[in-house]
């Protein structure tokens, strides 16, 4: 299955949360710490019990690969307890020279099998195009992030009178020649993403910064509405995955998530 059919398919059911596995040892419960593997069994709680809610899992490499070996043991364990019709996203906003781009895409689409990965298009056409050949394979790639800096480049104004953010956007649509590109564009852009929302066209969005980074789901979702938009995703992760310190921690995620589907659907209906 392509991976934007599995977008659309969760999408399609309503479901628009995008579980973020950004597992970190020092914030899971205490109850985990003593297990063999606290977080390849953390992971497995927070899948199990959000499974049958969740639009899509992603998981950020850097708080697997600061571990190595054993890092990289993690994240291929915890992508086998996902089922093969939910999309999981590489969040290694990965973006080089063609070659290495190339080997950058065969590591996540061939070694992981991944669905989709979020890129950095900071280096030009040549840095995104090796993962736009995996045509089965969606690229969100980076134009307005949610944090703090992301004025200090994205902001900036060009000489065209747009910002650069603005002309990111414009690249992604002429680069989806395989209907395989997304936009990644933070949830803490209000603004922002009320008055670019129309240039997505039919780029699939992923939305980052709802929750702890202070986003609104409800003005996001909102706003998709009133542009008759439908394919997005919003991604959460510490709202979720640390809502509880204790034993509960998998129950207090799922119902968590129940919650904020409840939310998105009053919205949509």
Same mark, same amino acid.
């Given at each position: 299955?392509?991976?934007?059919?599995?977008?659309?398919?969760?999408?399609?059911?309503?479901?628009?949360?995008? =579980?973020?596995?950004?597992?970190?040892?020092?914030?899971?419960?205490?109850?985990?710490?003593? %297990?063999?593997?606290?977080?390849?069994?953390?992971?497995?709680?927070?899948?199990?019990?959000?499974?049958?809610?969740?639009?899509?899992?992603?998981?950020?490499?850097?708080?697997?690969?600061?571990?190595?070996?054993?890092?990289?043991?993690?994240?291929?364990?915890?992508?086998?307890?996902? /089922? %093969?019709?939910?999309?999981?996203?590489?969040?290694?906003?990965?973006?080089?020279?063609?070659?290495?781009?190339?080997?950058?895409?065969?590591?996540?689409?061939?070694?992981?099998?991944?669905?989709?990965?979020?890129?950095?298009?900071?280096?030009?056409?040549?840095?995104?195009? /090796?993962?736009?050949?995996?045509?089965?394979?969606?690229?969100?790639?980076?134009?307005?992030?949610?944090?703090?800096?992301?004025?200090?480049?994205?902001?900036?104004?060009?000489? %065209?009178?747009?910002?650069?953010?603005?002309?990111?956007?414009?690249?992604?649509?002429?680069?989806?020649?395989?209907?395989?590109?997304? =936009?990644?564009?933070?949830?803490?852009?209000?603004?922002?993403?009320?008055?670019?929302?129309? %240039?997505?066209?039919?780029?699939? !969005?992923?939305?980052?910064? !709802?929750?702890?980074?202070?986003?609104?789901?409800?003005?996001?979702?909102?706003?998709?509405?009133?542009?008759?938009?439908?394919?997005?995703?919003?991604?959460?992760?510490?709202?979720?995955?640390?809502?509880?310190?204790?034993?509960?921690?998998?129950?207090?995620?799922?119902?968590?998530?129940?919650?904020?589907?409840?939310?998105?659907?009053?919205?949509?209906?």
């Amino acid at each position: 299955m392509k991976a934007v059919d599995k977008l659309l398919n969760k999408n399609y059911q309503k479901k628009f949360i995008c =579980v973020g596995l950004d597992t970190d040892i020092e914030k899971i419960p205490s109850c985990m710490k003593s %297990s063999e593997n606290p977080v390849i069994d953390f992971n497995k709680k927070i899948i199990e019990s959000t499974i049958e809610d969740t639009a899509a899992y992603k998981i950020n490499f850097a708080f697997y690969e600061k571990d190595g070996v054993d890092g990289t043991k993690s994240l291929r364990k915890t992508l086998s307890f996902i /089922p %093969s019709d939910i999309l999981i996203i590489a969040d290694a906003k990965r973006g080089d020279i063609g070659n290495t781009s190339k080997m950058y895409a065969r590591s996540v689409f061939e070694y992981f099998k991944f669905d989709a990965v979020t890129l950095n298009p900071l280096m030009g056409k040549d840095s995104i195009e /090796p993962f736009l050949e995996y045509e089965d394979k969606l690229s969100f790639i980076l134009a307005l992030t949610s944090n703090k800096s992301a004025d200090d480049f994205q902001k900036l104004k060009l000489e %065209s009178g747009i910002f650069l953010y603005q002309h990111i956007i414009k690249k992604i649509n002429e680069w989806n020649l395989h209907a395989n590109c997304g =936009v990644v564009f933070g949830a803490t852009n209000i603004t922002e993403l009320r008055e670019n929302i129309i %240039s997505f066209y039919s780029l699939p !969005v992923l939305l980052p910064g !709802v929750g702890a980074q202070g986003g609104s789901l409800e003005d996001v979702v909102s706003l998709f509405k009133a542009a008759g938009k439908k394919i997005f995703l919003i991604n959460v992760s510490r709202a979720l995955l640390y809502k509880s310190g204790k034993e509960d921690f998998a129950d207090k995620a799922s119902e968590e998530l129940q919650s904020l589907n409840k939310k998105i659907r009053a919205i949509l209906s």
